[in-house]
């Protein structure tokens, strides 16, 4: 696809909406028993690009997400654990959306679920403490839950808002 001023405005107002919806989601006390149990508002910006451009663009506006909300906001660890969820999730989207067998909201929820398994697998790595895997089973049902809620207004978004490249 050509690299229109209008395509790289979309862009740069996916990468500021996604770290807004990532700030706010700093802001929402989830007071459950799991660790690292967040709502993936960023993700709702993934799945609207994947549907409404590529995962190249996508992939691009994850990125840079992923970059400036750990310079702003976290530190080395948090870039740790968010890149490597983020990726996983974006290549399970990715894959699953390219299958054609996925609503968005499936393709949602998997990208959910794995961005909780790719940070279990970085704090595996990172810490060298395997006993942390047995957090998943409910980051599994967590991002079940928030990957529905997710995909569902990612659905509306896909259907309402309208692109001039569409």
Same mark, same amino acid.
């Given at each position: 696809m050509?690299?229109?001023a209008?395509?790289?405005?979309?862009?740069?107002v996916?990468v500021?909406a996604?770290?807004v919806?990532?700030?706010?989601?700093?802001?929402?006390? #989830?007071?459950i /028993?799991?660790?690292?149990?967040k709502?993936?508002?960023?993700?709702?910006v993934?799945?609207?690009l994947?549907y409404?451009l590529?995962? +190249?663009?996508a992939?691009?506006v994850?990125?840079?997400?992923v970059?400036?909300t750990?310079?702003l906001?976290?530190? !080395?660890?948090?870039l740790?654990?968010?890149?490597?969820? /983020?990726?996983?999730?974006?290549?399970?989207?990715?894959?699953? +959306?390219g299958?054609? !067998?996925f609503?968005?909201?499936?393709?949602?929820?998997a990208? !959910?679920?794995?961005?909780?398994?790719?940070?279990i697998i970085?704090?595996?790595?990172?810490?060298?403490?395997r006993?942390?895997?047995?957090w998943?089973?409910?980051?599994i049902?967590?991002?079940?839950?928030?990957?529905?809620?997710i995909?569902?207004?990612? !659905?509306? #978004?896909i259907? +309402?808002i309208k692109?001039?490249?569409?």
């Open positions: 050509k690299c229109t209008y395509r790289i405005t979309l862009l740069g996916s500021a996604a770290m919806l990532s700030y706010i989601e700093t802001l929402i006390p #989830l007071s /028993a799991v660790p690292g149990v709502m993936g508002l960023a993700n709702l993934m799945v609207f994947l409404k590529d995962w +190249k663009h992939a691009a994850s990125i840079i997400r970059l400036l750990a310079l906001f976290g530190n !080395a660890a948090s740790a654990y968010s890149a490597s969820g /983020a990726a996983l999730s974006l290549i399970v989207m990715s894959l699953l +959306k299958s054609g !067998a609503s968005s909201v499936g393709v949602s929820m990208g !959910a679920v794995s961005h909780n398994a790719g940070q970085m704090a595996v790595l990172l810490t060298g403490t006993e942390i895997a047995w998943l089973p409910p980051l049902l967590s991002g079940i839950v928030t990957g529905l809620a995909g569902a207004v990612g !659905a509306v #978004l259907s +309402k692109l001039k490249t569409d």
